[in-house]
Nanobody, 126 residues
Framework: QVPLVESGGGWVQAGGSLRLSCAASGRTFADYAMAWFRRPPGKEREFVAAVGGNGRSTVTENDLKGRFTISRDNVKNMLYLQMNNLKPEDTAVYYC???????????????????WGQGTQVTVSS
């Protein structure tokens, strides 16, 4: 069973919206913070947003605030990323990640996350 599986990526014109989903396996999903990262073409991986285990605490990269919203459903074991007013510079492979420990804190650093999905491509055309 694959621990994390992303979906919802695709092609969209600038100004459009996409909602990414990440399905998590396991019975203790709510114990772990979850996050979204992305890797633009030719660039390093970068933080997008994170959410605490209980879903009440979130942190979003400053430049993405107001356009990107992270959320989770601990009943369905799902993580989401709502992306609005997309820009060409949002083009990237988007990855969901599960924290390495169970403190539930929404970290922004990649080393805090131990399990990663395979990624889903988002392409925004101008």
């Amino acid at each position: 069973q694959v621990p994390l599986v992303e979906s919802g990526g695709g092609w969209v014109q600038a100004g459009g919206s996409l909602r990414l989903s990440c399905a998590a396996s396991g019975r203790t999903f709510a114990d772990y913070a979850m996050a979204w990262f992305r890797r633009p073409p030719g660039k390093e991986r970068e933080f997008v947003a994170a959410v605490g285990g209980n879903g009440r605490s979130t942190v979003t990269e400053n430049d993405l605030k107001g356009r990107f919203t992270i959320s989770r459903d601990n009943v369905k074991n799902m993580l989401y990323l709502q992306m609005n007013n997309l820009k060409p510079e949002d083009t990237a492979v988007y990855y969901c990640a599960k924290a390495a420990n169970t403190d539930g804190f929404a970290y922004s650093q990649a080393f805090r996350y131990a399990t990663w999905g395979q990624g889903t491509q988002v392409t925004v055309s101008s």
